[in-house]
């Protein structure tokens, strides 16, 4: 497995889109939205850290969640909601902070391109992290900034330059680190190890693996990007790894507090797995134990039902 450039071409839609496809309650799967996504204007700024950044849980005083993080949408959604206060109000204040976090989020970047999932932090958290979108969310936001986009107009060209050389590492970062499988370009992993690149670990059931659903989002994001023949190759490989490992044939389906995998073959509609294994593209299913299972019913119920092992993440 070697570094690479990346791929795709294909429209994200959400869950909701697929008929058969099991539909847990987001609060089942999905963590709950940081702080900043529903605190007071003034809570905001409040807890802006001397960094820049935000933490995802203004309530945490202590260890690693008390680091500004780009975690569950915090730090860039605070980013977003001063701008618009700002654009509303002309409050210099808001401006500052919003101009702060920017600075921060450039500053978090390392020089290879990628954003760790929280700030001069240490294990999983310093990987370079796909994971929910994180990394792909802050490119977003300093593409806007870059080009003084929406709430963005009052950014100066100073910042927007460094926005934009933030914005082309990232995509470097997105090329390196699409995965290279007997010389074929496939997919990401939810999260990528900042020295070599390669996909990591994170919690237990989180191992080195092929994540189809973040993947999708990388791809849309490259699809904003003036083609060149690495984002275009890089397209292309996720394209066709994603036809590879689409699968028909079962439903998901959520019985009596369960979550079951049903055999049907009159089902072509196709789904994904949320992991595959690199090399021999087999979903896998991990529980507490840290042990790869290749069926959902192998690892214990809690996990079953706790996370979405199954999506339509890829579809047309």
């Known amino acids: 497995m070697k570094k690479s450039t990346v791929s795709v071409a294909l429209a994200f839609t959400m869950l909701l889109s697929a008929p058969a496809v099991l539909l847990q309650p987001a609060a089942t799967v999905m963590a709950a939205d940081a702080s900043g996504t529903t605190a007071s204007i003034s809570n905001v700024l409040k807890n802006q850290q001397s960094d820049g950044g935000w933490r995802k849980d203004y309530s945490e005083s202590s260890g690693e969640w008390a680091k500004s993080t780009i975690d ?33 989020l450039i500053n978090m970047q390392y020089a290879n391109g990628g954003f760790p999932q929280v700030y001069q932090s240490s294990g999983y958290h310093k990987h370079i992290t796909y994971n929910d979108n994180a990394m792909i969310n802050v490119l977003i936001l300093l593409d806007e900034v870059a080009n003084k986009k929406g709430d963005f107009s009052f950014i100066d060209s100073t910042l927007a330059s460094k926005s934009k050389q933030a914005v082309d590492k990232g995509v470097d970062c997105i090329l390196n680190t699409q995965v290279t499988v007997s010389g074929k370009l496939t997919a990401w992993g939810q999260q990528h190890d900042s020295s070599t690149l390669k996909p990591a670990g994170a919690r237990i059931y989180e191992v080195p693996s092929l994540t189809a659903q973040e993947s999708v989002n990388i791809v849309k994001f490259l699809k904003t990007r003036a083609s060149n023949s690495k984002i275009a190759a890089s397209i292309k490989g996720a394209e066709d790894w994603f036809k590879a490992v689409q699968i028909t044939g079962i439903r998901v389906e ?46 214990e119920k809690e996990r079953r039902t706790g996370y979405a092992w199954y999506g339509n993440w890829p579809a047309k």
Request: charged share 30%; aromatic share 12%.
């Open 72 to 104: 569950n949408k915090a730090t860039y959604s605070e980013i977003r909601r001063l701008a618009s206060e700002y654009k509303k109000t002309k409050d210099s204040k808001y401006s500052a902070a919003a101009i702060k976090g920017i600075n921060f």
């Open 254 to 299: 959520k019985k009596s507090g369960d979550v079951v995998v049903i055999s049907d073959p009159s089902v072509k509609t196709p789904i994904w797995a949320r992991f595959y294994e690199i090399g021999s593209n087999k979903p896998i299913f991990v529980g507490r134990d840290g042990i790869v299972k290749y069926k959902l019913s192998d690892i």
